[in-house]
């Protein structure tokens, strides 16, 4: 018996390029785990243990003082630089006019658009979710928005990971693709640890941060290589 013919353009879509079938995967599953996450914050299912995990970090006796020595401390405020708007802005522009100036103006606005789309999610849930902050510790950065998810563990996934694409884009050698992609997931996960330890973010904020943040860069990833895609296939000769 025949295969199906949609079952067929599948099977061959998927051998001729696996990475955009685990991206789709990957997105679908990211943006499930982050509703769940959000159904239990606001069920109060994550109370106990986003509790327990943020004392963690503190010292037993005095909820006031982080654990490690003011280096520590300092360090943790340098991370969280790396996820706040003046950084992620900074990057995201300098990288978007170096695009320009490179006559890769599709890239450029591949970025902008990515950025700025992730941006309006964050904001948006922040409104919508509307989650107070942690109020067992002192907070160790100055706060003005709500909660959830953590707009710095969002925006550091989104853009770092969006930068690390491009970066892959330009360069064939797998080890460096793999590289600029583990710098990025570095970057992202000590942003987002810090968040907790400053006590101005519950965990369960920042696990919904990475999830929404790597799920709009892969899904943004998804949509510029469609378009390209497309307009390669157009600019094709016709056979014959």
Same mark, same amino acid.
């Given at each position: 018996m025949a295969k199906h013919p949609l079952l067929r353009n599948a099977v061959k879509a998927f051998r001729e390029n696996p990475m955009v079938f685990v991206a789709v995967g990957f997105c679908l599953g990211a943006f499930w785990l982050f509703s769940e996450i959000a159904d239990d914050v606001q069920e109060? @299912?994550?109370? %106990?243990?986003? /509790?327990?995990?943020?004392?963690?970090? $503190?010292? !037993?006796? @005095?909820?006031?003082? !982080?654990? +490690?020595? /003011? #280096?520590? %401390?300092?360090?943790? $405020? @340098?991370?969280? =630089?790396? +996820? +706040? =708007?003046?950084?992620? &802005?900074?990057?995201? &522009?300098?990288?978007?006019?170096?695009?320009? &100036?490179? /006559? /890769?103006r599709g890239h450029a606005f591949y970025l902008a658009a990515s950025i700025t789309t992730g941006y309006i999610f964050s904001s948006l849930s922040k409104y919508g979710f509307d989650r107070a902050r942690p109020d067992l510790v002192p907070h160790g950065s100055y706060v003005y928005t709500s909660s959830f998810p953590s707009g710095h563990s969002l925006m550091s996934a989104l853009a770092y990971l969006t930068l690390a694409m491009l970066l892959a884009e330009a360069h064939p050698q797998k080890g460096l693709k793999i590289f600029f992609m583990t710098v990025a997931a570095l970057i992202t996960m000590m942003t987002g640890f810090s968040r907790v330890y400053l006590g101005v973010h519950w !965990?369960?904020?920042?696990? =919904?941060? #990475?999830?929404?943040g790597a799920a709009w860069a892969l899904m943004s990833w998804l949509i510029w290589t469609r378009i390209l895609h497309y307009h390669k296939t157009r600019k094709k000769p016709a056979a014959g």
């Open positions: 109060g @299912d994550s109370a %106990e243990i986003d /509790r327990s995990l943020l004392l963690m970090l $503190r010292n !037993p006796a @005095d909820h006031t003082d !982080p654990l +490690g020595a /003011r #280096w520590v %401390e300092e360090m943790m $405020r @340098d991370l969280t =630089a790396l +996820g +706040g =708007a003046t950084v992620v &802005v900074f990057i995201s &522009v300098a990288t978007f006019f170096y695009l320009l &100036v490179s /006559r /890769r !965990p369960s904020d920042v696990l =919904a941060g #990475w999830l929404g």
